[in-house]
């Protein structure tokens, strides 16, 4: 059973990696920052892992170049342009 130590010790963990780590996400994180860093990683770990380079390659008919190539230019905007804000709501 657990104690309320092992719960605090729990979530200062887990406040540590989330401020060590951008992709960890936070209370304030939105739906357009999550949906980032969800591509952003996923795109990462497909540029590092060859074997899914070389099947994404051999997929599309492409070079495994080309395919890092394409797959770093999605990581720059992976959802679009992110939406406006609507800062001046109390106005």
Known sequence: MATLQDRFNI?????????????????DVNRFEWALNTHRDSYASYIGHHSQLCYFAVAENESIGRVKYNLMQKMLLPCGLPPERDDDAGD
């Open 11 to 27: 979530n200062s963990q887990l406040e540590h990696l989330q401020s060590k780590y951008v992709g960890t996400g936070h209370a």
